[in-house]
């Protein structure tokens, strides 16, 4: 798999993308090691800088704000991956899709390719909020991607995607607030950290 090619052909042409990878065999450490990592470094490196080089509103320039947000972002990303596409592959069943945690994991990762790279984007930290907005294609890329990968039929997929989206939501606020709360408080920051009034 080609990193480069992989994350252009995924966004540019999804749908021969996933009959790419649906004939592939889903390899969890390749995935998390080769492709998760390299993309989820954009965001965390782009948001190092951004908090401790180029400054946000409110919260100015800090070198250990630029670490903790920046440990947030990679770990969140791995957890996120993780446990999104363990939910999905737990809820198959259910939709009459196909059981298989590795074409789970290759539906999450792949998927969230666009929010990874617009992570470029934290370089400046008041244009993070434009992440979300990719995300809302990864979402698309998640939906595309049920039938080849999941096996999931037409008629389940948007209740599939429904019920993904929901949890995949839940997941990373509440792991995002989790891991603030802690990687912060070790840093002797809060989430309100550096505000001035």
């Given amino acids: 798999m080609n990193l480069v090619e992989r994350a252009k052909n995924i966004i540019v042409t999804p749908k021969t993308e996933w009959d790419a990878v649906a004939a592939e065999e889903p ?12 993309l ?5 490196i782009a948001i190092f800088i951004g908090y401790a ?10 070198i250990t704000l630029g670490i903790a947000y920046a440990l947030i972002t990679i770990l969140t ?10 939910i999905i592959d ?16 290759q539906l999450v990762a792949y998927s969230f390719t666009p929010a990874w790279i617009a992570g470029i984007l934290n370089i400046f930290p008041v244009l993070g909020v434009l992440v979300w907005i ?6 698309v890329l998640i939906y595309l991607g049920m ?11 948007i209740g599939y995607i429904a ?15 989790i891991l603030s709360s802690i990687i912060l408080g070790i840093f002797g920051l809060s989430l309100l950290s550096g505000v001035s009034y």
């Avoid at 390899?27 to 390299?38: D, F, K």
């Fill in 163 to 177: 019920v993904s989206i929901i949890i995949l939501l839940v997941i990373y606020i509440v792991i995002g607030l």
């Fill in 40 to 44: 989820a470094l954009i965001s965390t």
């Fill in 90 to 105: 737990a809820l198959a069943p259910s939709f009459g899709s196909a059981k298989n945690f590795g074409r789970a994991l």
């Fill in 53 to 62: 080089f180029v400054g946000a509103p409110f919260w100015g320039r800090s």
């Fill in 77 to 86: 990303a791995f957890i996120s991956v993780l446990l999104t596409a363990f």
């Fill in 147 to 157: 039938s080849p990968i999941m096996k999931t039929p037409e008629d389940k997929k």
């Fill in 134 to 139: 990719a995300s809302i294609y990864s979402l």
């Fill in 27 to 38: 390899n969890t450490q390749e995935i998390l090691i080769s492709y998760v990592l390299p």
